[in-house]
């Protein structure tokens, strides 16, 4: 059975500083990975997708690396603002096109 | 380009009642989920349906059930509710039926039994 789990699962930087987000799991036989934002009361929206011939994706300050071998994906945030502040999912889709979320990263960036 | 329309925004039903959830995918996909978002459990898989037929299903009491319609309108139907059920119900679409290129979520529906 496939588990997901990011860590760490709450991260406080001050404006200005590069975020690093994790995501491990267990079955590397994986479709794709796709990294999501959720702010409090909201849907999720998507962020990077990275398919599983894929080692890495960028879209602006955002880069998420996987690693199916090892069973990792990490999400950097360059130059953190404000605005970054989110709850940061991770979701593997299994062969059956199926996502398995991690709990998320609750991230705050201080002004 | 029209997102994931989910409806309605926000629910209050009583115990025992019965509630219908609506979700319309972006054009052109024909794949579309149902997750169940808890504080306690977080988000959990309820079922998928592509070409109006339920591929997967996850672990809920067949109190839950929905349907995919042939324009890939999507509705899901919970019976019997309990106060439990209060969650947030998130839909999501993909143009195929292996998630290749992604997902794409709405805004959710705000359930609360009382």
């Known amino acids: 059975k496939q588990e997901v789990t990011q860590i760490p699962a709450a991260l406080s930087v001050p404006e200005g500083e590069n975020l690093v987000l994790n995501c491990s799991f267990t079955d590397s036989a994986i479709y794709n990975l796709q990294w999501f934002r959720q702010d409090p009361g909201k849907g999720l929206t998507s962020l990077l997708l990275?398919?599983?011939?894929?080692r890495e994706q960028t879209s602006g300050r955002l880069n998420a690396s996987l690693d199916k071998s090892s069973g990792r994906s990490t999400l950097y945030i360059a130059a953190s603002q404000p605005g970054d502040s989110a709850t940061y999912l991770c979701?593997?889709?299994?062969?059956?096109?199926?996502?398995?979320f991690g709990a998320g990263t609750q991230v705050v960036v201080t002004p | 380009k029209a997102g994931v329309t989910q409806t309605p925004r926000y629910l209050i039903k009583t115990r025992g009642q019965q509630v219908t959830l609506s979700c319309s995918p972006i054009?052109?996909?024909?794949?579309v989920s149902w997750y169940q978002q808890t504080p306690g459990q977080g988000l959990q898989f309820l079922f998928e349906?592509?070409?109006?037929?339920?591929?997967n299903k996850g672990n809920f009491p067949g109190r839950f059930s929905g349907r995919q319609f042939s324009n890939s309108r999507s509705e899901m139907n919970v019976s019997t509710l309990e106060l439990g059920d209060s969650a947030l119900y998130l839909c999501?679409?993909?143009?195929?039926?292996?998630?290749?290129?992604?997902?794409?979520f709405g805004s959710g529906t705000r359930l609360t039994v009382v």
């Open positions: 349906y592509f070409s109006e037929t339920q591929r």
């Open positions: 999501a679409s993909s143009p195929d039926d292996r998630g290749w290129e992604g997902y794409t």
């Open positions: 979701a593997v889709v299994d062969s059956w096109g199926k996502l398995q």
């Open positions: 054009s052109g996909h024909r794949s």
């Open positions: 990275i398919q599983s011939s894929q």
